[in-house]
């Protein structure tokens, strides 16, 4: 789990102009952070936090990734 969620994380870097990209791994860190706390102090220990409000801004009209961004920040 640790490693999946470095890769999201680095997947959501790689990929920020492709918003099918950033919902998929939204939603599957929101998943992970859900599922364990430890899950979403690795999110934001890895600068999750920063990358999913990026996603946020970049995608303000988008309700599907608002609404994984915010699962991933519970």
Do not use: P, W
């Not at 999946?4 to 791994?25: G, P, R, V």
């Not at 990358?51 to 915010?70: F, G, Q, R, T, V």
Request: proline fraction near 0%.
């Amino acid at each position: 789990t640790e490693t999946d969620i470095t890769k999201f994380l680095e997947l959501m870097k790689k990929h920020e102009s492709k918003y099918t990209m950033q919902a998929n791994l939204l939603l599957r860190l929101g998943y992970l952070a859900f599922a364990d706390a430890k899950n979403r102090v690795r999110i934001a220990n890895e600068t999750g936090i920063d990358l999913i409000l990026k996603a946020m801004e970049s995608y303000k009209s988008n309700s599907d990734i608002h609404k994984y961004s915010c699962a991933c920040l519970l």
